[in-house]
Every structure is written in structure tokens, then in C-alpha cells.
């Protein structure tokens, strides 16, 4: 069974700062997905990998499968970033999602 | 572009009755999934459909909880006897393949509230 962890559970900041979310798990993966969770509850995928890194305009996601751990990276943060980061990960034999239980971003203006 | 949509956005519901909570997945996505979030607390896997059958069920699934694909557009989730502890957000998700890692599309969820 997959643990993910996340942090941290809850991340201030001021506008255009730089934010990172960690994110770490405890067995091997296929995938490694980062979504995004607004206060209305919807939840929207962001990035989905498996190696390496990806980008969004200021969104940006690294991953280490050695080391079994993502990190997620905000630049020039703005209030409307402000959300619910949700890590989750695809086992190695499955489809479901395995989540972790989120960092509440709020970015003040 | 296309969407996976929820219906009803909220449900309210007495003890012991039963519900279904419907999703249209997007339309040439071939793996549906039902997602349960209990307030406060992380996402849970329910179970996911692939071919008209379970292709995998957690052990939240019990017999209480079924999952339907009535026609070609429709993804359902019953619960037959609803208690207390099922009041929680459900979210429908499907994806185009199965094959580990495929990005999944979330509904907008359904907030299910048994009294």
C-alpha cells in the first residue's frame, strides 16, 4: 500500500513569492499526478509524470523516482493560486489514484 | 472542450434510503472512476470500471455501493442503504486508457448529505 505524504499541510505567502509543495510516497510508481482544488471543491489536473520535470507558465513539477519524491513549484505566486495542492500517485499494477491529503495555499495580496 | 459532468451538485438524503449519483464521463474516455472525500479529510478510490465491469474495488466498495453503465453515456454510483458515515463529496473521473499513469478528468463531484 502507497503512503503519500505532503508538505507542508498549509503554506502562507505573499504575492510573487516563490512556492514550493513537497511530496513524498513509499512505493515504486508508474505515474505521479499534482491537482488543483478550489474551495468549491472541484478537482483539476495539473501535471501528470512519471521522470524529469514539467512546466505550465508559472507552474512547475520535478520528480525523483530514486528518491521517491515530487516537488511542485509556484512562481511569482498570485492570489488566485490559492488553493489545494493535491499530490497523488498511480500504483505500480493500477489505475486508481492513491491521494495525499493536500497543502492549503494562500497567497495574500 | 470537453468535461466530465455530475448531477445532482447536492444531494440530501435520509438515513437507509438510497441514491444514485450520476456522471457523463467524456465521451471517448474508456475508464471511469468513483472517487469519494470526506470532509476535511483526502480523496479515497472507490472503485474504477473498464468494459462494462469492475476492474477494481477498494475495500470502502462494499456490498452496499454499485456501480452501473446504463447506456453509452451515463456512469452511476448507488448506494442501496445510505448511513451517516457515507456524507461526503463524490467524484466521478475517467480517462482516455487505463494503462498506469493515464491522466484522469475530474467531475465537478457530488456533495451527498445523509441525515
Known amino acids: 500500500k502507497n503512503e503519500v505524504e505532503q508538505s507542508p499541510q498549509n503554506l502562507t505567502a505573499q504575492e510573487g513569492e516563490f512556492i514550493t509543495i513537497n511530496c513524498s510516497y513509499s512505493?515504486?510508481?508508474?505515474?505521479l499526478h499534482w491537482l488543483q482544488q478550489h474551495p468549491g471543491g472541484g478537482i483539476v489536473s495539473l501535471f501528470m509524470?512519471?521522470?524529469g520535470k514539467k512546466k505550465h507558465g508559472r507552474l512547475i513539477a520535478t520528480i525523483n523516482i530514486q528518491e521517491k519524491h515530487s516537488s511542485l513549484h509556484i512562481t511569482a505566486s498570485h492570489p488566485r493560486d490559492s488553493a489545494v495542492y493535491i499530490c497523488a500517485v498511480n500504483g505500480g499494477s493500477n489505475y486508481k489514484l492513491t491521494f495525499g491529503k493536500g497543502t492549503l495555499l494562500t497567497v495574500n495580496p | 472542450e470537453p468535461e466530465v459532468t455530475q448531477t445532482p451538485s447536492h444531494q440530501v438524503t435520509q438515513m437507509g434510503q438510497e441514491v444514485i449519483l450520476r456522471c457523463v464521463p467524456i465521451?471517448?474516455?474508456?475508464?471511469f472512476y468513483w472517487y469519494r472525500q470526506i470532509l476535511g479529510q483526502k480523496v479515497e478510490f472507490l472503485v474504477s470500471?473498464?468494459?462494462?465491469?469492475?476492474?477494481?474495488k477498494s475495500e470502502i466498495f462494499d456490498d452496499q455501493f454499485s456501480v452501473e453503465r446504463p447506456d453509452g453515456s451515463n456512469f452511476t454510483l448507488k448506494i442501496r442503504s445510505t448511513k451517516l458515515e457515507d456524507s461526503a463529496m463524490y467524484f466521478c473521473?475517467?480517462?482516455?486508457?487505463?494503462?498506469?499513469?493515464?491522466?484522469?478528468?475530474f467531475g465537478p463531484g457530488t456533495r451527498l448529505t445523509v441525515l
Open positions: 512505493v515504486g510508481i508508474s505515474a
Open positions: 465521451s471517448n474516455h474508456l475508464y
Open positions: 509524470l512519471s521522470s
Open positions: 473521473a475517467s480517462s482516455h486508457a487505463g494503462t498506469r499513469g493515464n491522466e484522469q478528468f
Open positions: 470500471f473498464y468494459n462494462n465491469e469492475i476492474s477494481e
